[in-house]
């Protein structure tokens, strides 16, 4: 069974930084393109970041550009996001998604976690 | 970037009933169209991918349609389970963008 488990949310001032986890089970984790997507309160889904099952192909949206940084532990099956430069409007909830093809950047998500919420506020 | 917009933002069907859902494009994504629902307090699920073909598990009383910049996802006999959010996503190319969604409440 697909599972996916996101941690490290919480509360953070404006400016300062966390970083997100996911860890992955029921798959060949290594073999698929893993995504960020977040939701703010009582708002629709927004694609964060994208990366290949190797690391080596990486997107971001332009709101996070400069200031996240996705990368992947293959070796521990967990997905991370580093967040920074934290601002009001990147409160969301952040959900990690797996790609539901083989192969390069799967741009469609067949498997979700339940999210990790990032709220940012003085 | 591609804008994604759905209408309605809100519909309102008793069950039993067919709902339609519209998602268009601002420039043509082809058929590289998906369709979600989430429901309260749950993560999105995967429905439709490539404007009409549904994924895994899901329904027969599910049904996507178009291409280009015109899509709709049709439900075709509501069920309890179905009154949820419904997102379209294109991933034609980078950055992908989502629908601001489609609330399909009970009537």
């Known amino acids: 069974e697909v599972q996916l488990v996101e941690s490290g949310g919480g509360l953070v001032q404006p400016g300062g930084s966390l970083r997100l986890s996911c860890a992955a089970s029921?798959?060949?984790?290594?073999?698929?393109?893993m995504t960020w997507v977040r939701q703010a309160p009582g708002k629709g889904l927004e694609w964060v970041s994208s990366?290949?099952?190797?690391?080596?192909?990486?997107y971001y949206a332009d709101s996070v550009k400069g200031r996240f940084t996705i990368s992947r532990d293959n070796s521990k099956n967990t997905l991370y996001l580093q967040v920074n430069s934290l601002r009001t409007e990147d409160t969301a909830i952040y959900y990690c998604?797996?790609?539901?093809?083989?192969?390069?950047?799967?741009?469609?998500?067949?498997?979700w976690g339940q999210g990790t919420l990032v709220t940012v506020s003085s | 970037e591609i804008v994604m917009t759905q209408s309605p933002a809100t519909l309102s069907v008793s069950p039993g009933e067919r709902a339609t859902l519209s998602c268009r494009a601002s420039?043509?994504?082809?058929?590289?169209l998906a369709w979600y629902h989430q429901k309260p307090g749950q993560a999105p699920r995967l429905l439709i991918y490539?404007?009409?073909t549904r994924a895994t598990g899901i329904p027969a009383r599910f049904s996507g349609s178009g291409s280009g910049t015109e899509f709709t996802l049709t439900i075709s006999s509501l069920q309890p389970e179905d009154f949820a959010v419904y997102y379209c996503?294109?991933?034609?190319?980078?950055?992908?963008?989502f629908g601001g969604g489609t609330k399909v409440e009970i009537k």
């Open positions: 490539g404007a009409s």
């Open positions: 420039q043509s994504v082809s058929s590289n």
């Open positions: 029921g798959f060949t984790f290594s073999s698929y393109a």
């Open positions: 990366i290949s099952g190797g690391g080596d192909i990486i």
């Open positions: 996503q294109h991933y034609k190319s980078w950055p992908l963008t």
């Open positions: 998604a797996k790609g539901q093809c083989t192969g390069g950047v799967c741009p469609l998500f067949d498997y």
